[in-house]
């Protein structure tokens, strides 16, 4: 399976770090309190899109092909 895209809407980002708590691999939180996409394919997909649902300001999309 290719690597998901995921983008992280740094306008829109406050910093909550629950994509952190629920993908640790793929996310980061950098400076300025802004969640960073470090490895898409860092964690397993289903937790990616956990931490896309969890984002509490909508943030964070995750594309795949399939």
């Known amino acids: 399976?290719?690597?998901p895209r995921v983008v992280v809407d740094e306008d829109v980002c406050m910093?909550?770090?629950s994509c952190v708590a629920l993908a640790p691999s793929t996310f980061?939180?950098?400076d300025g309190y802004v969640a960073l996409v470090v490895d898409p394919a860092?964690?397993?997909l289903a937790d990616?899109?956990?931490a896309?649902?969890?984002c509490p300001t909508?943030?964070?999309t995750v594309e795949t092909d399939g």
């Open 48 to 50: 990616v899109l956990e």
């Open 52 to 54: 896309e649902e969890a």
């Open 15 to 17: 910093g909550t770090a």
């Open 28 to 30: 980061r939180v950098g």
């Open 58 to 60: 909508e943030a964070i």
């Open 42 to 44: 860092g964690d397993p």
């Open 1 to 3: 399976m290719p690597n």
